[in-house]
T-cell receptor
Framework: DAKTTQPPSMDCAEGRAANLPCNHS???????VYWYRQIHSQGPQYIIH???NNETNEMASLIITEDRKSSTLILPHATLRDTAVYYC?????????FGTGTRLTVIP | GAVVSQHPSRVICKSGTSVKIECRSL??????MFWYRQFPKQSLMLMAT?????????EQGVEKDKFLINHASLTLSTLTVTSAHPEDSSFYIC??????????????FGNGTRLTVT
């Protein structure tokens, strides 16, 4: 599985878009990019995943660069409940290995 | 959507006793489940892969005789922490993927079990 790099922390004002970057420069052709988040003392929550095309669902948008070496998770209108640790992962295998993630704090 | 249920959510036990944690897939069958451990302010670490009807696969450094995993059915995996010690106190989380879905479908996680060994 390709290694991912994320900033350790970010702040975002409530109501604004939160853009969380992730570098995965060693991603291979068949590996997907997955995003999860973990709110304190809970299990990780699936957000979105993609291979090479941009993806959008009810929670977020995922923008993957053309060379697939990086991606950005976008929360269009951050709320206080979006405060969490966000994990970006890549995998072609059956399991997921977690990095250190980005701690997003949404500020009122 | 797919739901993974973990029980108990919290458990306190005395040093030297054993604790069993259950992980159930409620609305799908899972031939494979995964067990993670998370210490305070750290990320999740994969402990083992639980395979229905066969032995679990443990990650390097995880003692298989201490962390017993049983996956007797397509909807239930259990993790037993044997002879628990205070250093085993941690947040244990399981996950599973719908066995009938595509290989890239997301894993679903339980809400974790906080184990405190006194």
């Amino acid at each position: 599985d390709a290694k991912t790099t994320q900033p350790p922390s970010m702040d975002c004002a409530e109501g604004r878009a939160a853009n969380l970057p992730c570098n995965h420069s060693t991603i291979s052709g068949n590996e997907y990019v997955y995003w999860y988040r973990q709110i304190h003392s809970q299990g990780p929550q699936y957000i979105i995943h993609g291979l090479k095309n941009n993806e959008t669902n009810e929670m977020a948008s995922l923008i993957i660069t053309e060379d697939r070496k990086s991606s950005t998770l976008i929360l269009p209108h951050a709320t206080l409940r979006d405060t969490a640790v966000y994990y970006c992962m890549t995998t072609g295998a059956n399991n997921l290995f977690f990095g250190t993630g980005t701690r997003l704090t949404v500020i009122p | 959507g797919a739901v993974v249920s973990q029980h108990p959510s919290r458990v306190i036990c005395k040093s030297g006793t054993s604790v069993k944690i259950e992980c159930r897939s409620l609305d799908f069958q899972a031939t494979t489940m995964f067990w993670y451990r998370q210490f305070p302010k750290q990320s999740l670490m994969l402990m083992a892969t639980s395979n229905e009807g066969s032995k679990a696969t443990y990650e390097q450094g995880v003692e298989k005789d201490k962390f017993l995993i049983n996956h007797a059915s397509l909807t239930l995996s259990t993790l037993t922490v044997t002879s628990a010690h205070p250093e085993d106190s941690s947040f244990y989380i399981c996950s599973a993927r719908d066995g009938g879905s595509s290989y890239n479908s997301p894993l679903h996680f339980g809400n974790g079990t906080r184990l405190t060994v006194t």
